[in-house]
């Protein structure tokens, strides 16, 4: 066992890795009734490319999160229905690169602890429930596309990238989930959700005694020989695919985004990856005087922000709102940038929405979701939460002017907009 205490944050957590290979982390939280247990996989909506055992697989789009749903399924029934009448309340979801299957309770938690291990650990598909699922699943992806963020957003990466996974909706199209098969399911259960690419991470009154009991009775200890996944990332070189597009929808005023290819993250790159995800603070967060007038003006609605998404092979900054003049916006926007590029960015700026970061990563430490959600993120990524804060802590507003010189580049920018459609 590990026991590490991060004074910074006011945690201690305990951590270790069983003979298999799977992580556990426990955050004491004593003080708490409820319990919160999640269990992930280092395994999402972008990882349709792989190599597994030497042999290159190329899955369709989609399949992690039709994984998400099916998990629940056992031979016995639902584990969804099962946990829900043991007093938890449970839930999963799938993002570009992680899958998590979590529940709280305040009651039966051993109990529910041994249910979530043993759904996640012991795939079950029929040819018949898994036809079943592709109308759900297709209803979802109709909702999604019926979204004009949403659509924003695609087509930005459609924009910036020509063949990485970044670019396709997590949960895949009606026509890529038609394509799955419960042999497509379980060869990637095989290879992705082996324990040594899983973490366990429990937060509340627990012990790390309990959680290893319980993986003990469910088959999630004794020792096996690690998997071999590799990820099949093609890379993003050149010019960018497109640099604009324009369609319509039903919607009230132009949706607009403008998004900027900056290169993918080194691994372990902490600190670029935390300027990265300060750059739409800086340049037009609410603290910024360029949002103060887009704000008073009235030329885009309060939701106007900025945006950071990274992914491996794929980094983006990207701003989106709505605007009856999206184009000056978009200029004003750019103006902003070169002026923070040759003047530097504004150190009080950089002082608030570094300390407002600052306090978003110390408030996730404090409920038991969140503290366990988060040391399972930041374990998939090869670090701690402690270690995003004093990263964060360390940054300074020279190392942003840095930054500025090569990131947000003109030649680097698409631009979409949605207009409008007549009636």
């Known amino acids: 066992m590990n026991e590490k205490s991060y004074p910074r944050i006011g945690e201690t957590v305990l951590e270790k890795t069983l003979p298999n290979g799977l992580k556990i982390f426990i955050v004491p939280k004593p003080q708490h009734r409820k319990k919160?247990?999640?269990?992930a996989t280092r395994y999402g909506g972008m990882d349709m490319q792989f190599i597994r055992n030497g042999e290159k697989c190329d899955t369709p789009a989609g399949i992690a999160h039709y994984l998400e749903h099916k998990m629940f399924d056992t031979k016995d029934g639902n584990a969804l229905q099962v946990l829900s009448q043991?007093?938890?309340?449970?839930?999963?979801f799938t993002s570009n690169a992680m899958t998590g299957y979590y529940f709280d309770c305040t009651e039966h938690f051993e109990e529910n602890l041994r249910i979530l291990l043993s759904f996640v650990s012991v795939p079950y598909f029929t040819d018949e429930s898994v036809e079943k699922e592709r109308g759900?699943?297709?209803q979802e992806i109709r909702m999604v596309e019926d979204s004009p963020?949403?659509?924003v957003y695609e087509r930005l990466l459609a924009c910036l990238y020509r063949s990485s996974p970044a670019r396709v909706p997590i949960a895949g199209t009606v026509e890529s989930i038609a394509e799955l098969t419960p042999q497509m399911l379980y060869s990637c259960t095989r290879g992705f959700y082996a324990p040594s690419n899983m973490v366990l991470s429990v937060a509340g009154k627990i012990t790390l005694a309990q959680a290893?009991?319980?993986c003990k009775r469910n088959g999630l200890y004794r020792a096996r020989a690690p998997h071999e996944v590799e990820w099949d990332i093609p890379a993003q070189t050149g010019p960018l695919p497109h640099k604009e597009a324009f369609f319509t929808m039903p919607v009230t005023k132009p949706c607009f985004g403008v998004a900027y290819r900056e290169e993918p993250l080194a691994e372990g790159d902490l600190k670029r990856e935390l300027l990265l995800d300060m750059l739409g603070d800086l340049v037009v967060g609410?603290?910024?005087?360029?949002?103060?007038?887009?704000?008073d003006e009235a030329l885009v609605n309060p939701e106007f922000s900025g945006d950071f998404i990274a992914v491996r092979g794929a980094c983006t900054v990207a701003f989106t709102g709505e605007s009856d003049t999206p184009r000056q916006v978009v200029d004003l926007l750019q103006e902003?940038?070169?002026?923070m590029?040759?003047?530097?960015?504004d150190p009080e700026v950089f002082m608030l929405v570094k300390n407002q970061m600052y306090g978003e990563l110390l408030g996730d430490v404090e409920a038991v979701d969140d503290a366990a959600e988060e040391a399972a993120a930041a374990c998939l990524k090869g670090r701690t939460l402690a270690d995003e804060i004093a990263a964060l802590a360390a940054l300074t507003v020279e190392d942003a002017n840095a930054l500025l010189q090569t990131a947000l580049r003109e030649e680097n920018r698409a631009y979409v907009q949605i207009d409008p459609a007549e009636k």
């Open 36 to 39: 919160y247990a999640f269990f």
């Open 86 to 92: 043991n007093g938890a309340e449970p839930n999963a």
């Open 136 to 138: 759900i699943i297709g």
């Open 149 to 151: 963020d949403w659509q």
């Open 212 to 214: 290893v009991d319980a």
């Open 286 to 295: 609410g603290l910024t005087k360029l949002y103060r007038r887009l704000y």
């Open 336 to 339: 902003e940038i070169e002026r």
């Open 341 to 345: 590029r040759r003047e530097g960015v």
